[in-house]
């Protein structure tokens, strides 16, 4: 069922046996599994089923630390939240990264990939992907009729994407929630505060207010806050009436630890004399075994580990091709060195787009091609950085609440470990006399200006074993605090260089489980 909470007399008390603040990946995704049990469940939106600009206003927050996006931009405030436009990009965490990696400082979850197995299995019909056969080379290469590149010095392999189509969970599942009986989504109902017994060891209920509408409390067995990896930590902090630091904060911990994954469009190029030794995978999206996927490359765990780094994911971009007609001579890789590569991706024409729909793959490589020219994109991985986080604005919102201030840090090592990778790229690709590649970025620690956000929230609210290390336990159960739960990505202990979606589902399909048999 679904309300308008504007419409709810005020001073209204709702009691429920869950409250779920957020109607996002997360926060659908438990509401959907534990539809039809016993369990009531009370979901609470801030926005409506449409975007509305009033309520994206409470998005708006400040920025210091590096560039990065307007608050009010990089996520959306209504029901389905933020996959309302997010891209569809899959891919799971590999085992790796939940490790604790002795030259990554605050690394290891308290939980392995095995145990998320199930739930990744789980999260591919949710985001509507096919199979759970990521790092499976031997099935994608039958399927594709093709082979991987091979990657003679075992420094770099090739991983899969998967693409939702992508998955806009508000519209999707907008009728599962209606029709839930034991669901009563609450639309236009932001929460402001969660209100604490003394001691801060139980949630006693929630205070929400809708803009220009009543104002109601929610009080509930169990809690779970689903509003997104910045929002979260600016509901603790906010949340100080009996606990001066907010809900969850004994150790100062919420907020820090703000992860991206930082992107840069273009950090070398690649040419080659022989495009075709790159199948189609690498280069569009294929539509293959009721899926959409595309092949990048990553570090091999072995050289992850030998060298102490940290994952970084490319992906292959083609910028041009040459044949007869654009170029005479015949092409060596030395020849098409030479030229400048700059010239050659202007006389080429426009980057073509590595995210555009679904092609036919017979048409790589286009006919009569001689060579290619290739743009790396990369994403990586940020180390946990206690600096690197978000506090509290003095400026506030149209409901009088302060506003979220982010400060995001990267750090010298973020960037030469992925001078290091880029090094490996490179060398893997003269061992196979794949062309020549031409690294853009400086050598040293400095990261240039142009690096941007891939819109990953992560790591404000992270897991770990101990409440000295962490605001949640490897149950999302905030330390401390008996009934409270945390879904989403601020719960990551560090984000790898995947996608964090298809992460976020799994762990709330796992933590619907959990909160099942509390309940039940
Ligand atoms: C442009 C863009 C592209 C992206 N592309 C990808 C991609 O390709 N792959 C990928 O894996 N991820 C991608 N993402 C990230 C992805 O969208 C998020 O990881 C995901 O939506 C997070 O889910 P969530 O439920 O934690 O938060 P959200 O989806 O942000 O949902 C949070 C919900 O909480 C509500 N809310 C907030 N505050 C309150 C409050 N106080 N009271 C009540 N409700 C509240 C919001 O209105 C919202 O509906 C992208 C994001 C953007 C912006």
């Known amino acids: ?21 957020g109607a996002g990946a997360a926060g659908i995704t438990i509401a959907r599994e534990l539809a039809g049990t016993d369990i ?27 560039w990065y996006y307007p608050l009010d931009s990089c996520r959306l405030r209504y029901f389905g939240g933020s996959t309302n436009h997010w891209g569809g990009w899959c891919r799971p965490l590999t085992p790796i990264d939940f490790e604790a990696r002795d030259w990554i400082p605050h690394s290891g979850w308290p939980i392995t990939r095995a145990d998320l197995d199930p739930y990744y299995l789980r999260a591919q019909p949710v985001t509507e992907t096919g199979p759970f056969r990521y790092d499976a080379t031997a099935f994608w290469e039958e399927l594709i009729g093709a082979k991987m590149l091979p990657f003679p010095l075992g420094l770099i392999t090739t ?36 209100e604490t017994s003394e001691t801060g060891a139980e949630v006693t209920g929630l ?84 899926s959409i996927m595309h092949s ?10 030998r060298e102490r780094l940290q994952q970084a994911v490319f992906t292959v971009g083609v ?25 050659l991706q202007r006389d080429l024409g426009p980057p073509r787009a590595t995210d555009h729909p679904p092609a036919g793959y017979n048409d790589w490589p286009p006919a009569g091609s001689l060579g290619a020219s290739c743009a790396m994109g990369c994403a990586c991985e940020q180390a946990p950085n206690p600096e690197s986080r978000v506090t509290l604005s003095e400026e506030r919102d149209a409901l009088g609440l302060r506003r979220a201030r982010l400060d995001w840090r990267l750090s010298e090592t973020d960037k030469l470990s992925l001078n290091r990778i880029l090094h490996a790229l490179a060398e893997e690709f003269g061992a196979q006399g794949l062309g020549r590649v031409h690294l853009t970025l400086s050598d040293d620690g400095n990261w240039p200006e142009e690096v941007l956000g891939g819109y990953h929230h992560m790591g404000t609210t992270r897991m770990a074993d101990s409440p000295e290390n962490g605001v949640v336990d490897a149950n999302c159960r905030v330390h401390g605090v008996d009934n409270l739960y945390i879904a989403g990505s601020s719960v990551f202990t560090t984000g790898g260089a995947s996608n964090p979606t298809l992460t976020i589902v799994a762990l709330s399909l796992r933590l619907a489980d959990h909160v099942r048999t509390q309940l039940s």
């Not at 034991?182 to 402001?192: D, E, F, K, M, S």
């Not at 910045?230 to 911990?253: C, F, K, M, W, Y």
């Not at 654009?326 to 098409?336: G, K, S, V």
């Open 1 to 21: 069922m679904i309300e308008d909470a504007r419409q709810l007399p005020e001073d209204t008390l709702i009691e429920t046996d869950l409250a779920i603040i």
């Open 40 to 66: 009531q469940i009370c979901l609470l939106e801030s926005g409506g089923l449409e975007f509305e600009q009033d309520t994206q206003n409470l998005y708006n927050g400040e920025n210091g630390g590096r």
């Open 159 to 194: 991983t899969f994407f998967q693409y939702s189509p992508p998955t806009r969970f508000g519209t999707r599942y907008r009728k599962d929630i209606e029709q839930a009986t034991n669901v009563r989504a609450l639309l236009h109902a932001t929460v402001t505060e969660i």
């Open 207 to 290: 205070r929400v207010a809708t803009l220009g509408g009543p104002s109601f409390r929610v009080r509930a067995r169990r809690y779970i806050l689903a509003t997104g990896a910045i929002e979260n930590p600016r509901l603790l902090l906010l949340s100080n009436r009996s606990q001066p630091a907010g809900v969850g904060n004994t150790h100062d911990l919420v907020g820090r630890y703000f992860m991206e994954h930082p992107h840069i469009p273009s950090v070398a190029n690649l040419v080659t004399s022989r495009p075709e030794a790159f199948n189609a995978a690498y280069t569009q999206h294929l539509s293959l075994a009721d």
């Open 296 to 305: 990048a490359l990553i570090p091999t765990d072995a050289l992850l580990r």
């Open 319 to 343: 910028l041009g091709v040459y044949n007869t007609e654009n170029l005479t001579q015949p092409a060596t890789d030395d020849e098409l060195h030479l030229r400048d590569i700059f010239n």
